[in-house]
Structures are given as C-alpha cells and as structure tokens.
C-alpha cells in the first residue's frame, strides 16, 4: 500500500510538539512578510520624498520659502524635508534671542539636524530587528522540531518487531518538514534583512551629506551679512 507522504499528511500525523513548532514557524513567516512589505514600502516613500525635496532645495527656491512650506505639512513630509524644518526651525529660534555669535547659531542648527536624522535613522531601521532575529532563529526552531519528531518517531519504533524503510520513512519526513519550513521562513528575513540595512545605509549617508551641506550654505550666509 502507497503511504501519503504529503506535506498535509505528514503534518495532521506529526507529533503535537512537531506541530506547535511549525504553526510558529508559520506565524512567523506570515510576519516577517507583512514586515517586508510594509518596509519595502516605507523606505520607497522616503527615497521617493528625499528626492522631491532635494530637488526643490537645490532649485534656487529661498530657505523661507522651503521653511514655510514643510511647517505647513501634516503629511507627506520625507526624512530630508524634516531634518532641514528641524535645523532652520532652531537657527531662527536663535536669531529671535538676537543671538549674533555665528559659532553658535551654526552649532545650534547642526545639533537639531543631528538629533532629528537620528531620529529618521531609528525610525527607518524600526522592525528591521524582527527580521535578522526571524533569519537567525527559525531554522534552530526548525532543527528543534525535527530532532524531536525523529527522537518521537524512533521511540515508537521500538516497539515493533520488524523495521523497515516503510515504517521508518513518514516519521523521518514528517519531522524533516519542521526544518523546511524553519528555513522558509529563514531565508526571505535574511535577503530582506540584508537589502533594507544596505538601503537605509544609504538613506542615512544622503541625509548626512544634506545636513553638511545645509550648514555650509547657512555658514555661507551669515559670513556674507557679517561682511556687509
């Protein structure tokens, strides 16, 4: 008689502790999806933002002009737009006080872009975490599950007279199928994991050369009023 060696099968027969491993590793997987997507989607918006908003910057627009218009936005602002309002939003607190040392002006509005692009860092690199631990973890969870479904599937074994490869067969697979489906969850957190660190890398390296760049152009302008 033809055994059903399907996934299905296996599965329904497996014991409850196989079971209970691979529903977690399921939950898991369905997760780390719903992170993926969810952080595909995140970090496309704030490319697609840095983008817009760096193209404005550079256009010849005044720094007012750029000021009022990202003040004014609830939503739809990008990571670039927020750290320039940070630091603009500090050197024009400052030049209220009539504070005139330009040491101090600049060093103000470099610490309030410094704080506010740790916070787009930390807010961009949110849930990546969930992934590298789903990448590392679910195939010991895996492995886990199979030994116990092997050491269970050996144990009943013992009892039989006669062993065949047909005997032993569906509890070696159904055990195996906990290290399958520890690595499917696995290897998506993995490539996920390592393209969204690489990307965010580079997110954080543009804003980084943005908020120099901004301090060059506001060092620039208040050399030229204290020239004048």
Known sequence: MNQDLSIVHLLLNASGVVQAVVALLLIVSISSWAVIFSKSTVLARAVKSNTAFEQAFWSGSSM???????IQKTTGSGPMERIFAAGMREFLKLRERRIAD????????????????????????SQLSFLGSVASVSPYVGLFGTVWGIMHAFTGL????QVTLATVAPGIAEALVATAIGLFAAIPAVVA?????????????????????????L??????QTAA
């Open 64 to 70: 007012h002009d750029l000021y009022n218009t990202a």
């Open 102 to 125: 330009t040491a101090v002006l600049l060093e103000g509005a470099q610490r309030a872009m410094r704080a506010n692009l740790q916070r787009e860092v930390d807010n961009l690199e």
């Open 158 to 161: 013992a009892s039989l007279e």
């Open 193 to 217: 994991y390592n393209r969204f660190a690489t990307r965010i890398d580079r997110i954080a390296n543009k804003l980084d050369t943005f908020s120099d760049e901004f301090s060059n152009i």
């Open 219 to 224: 060092q620039r302008n208040l050399s030229a």
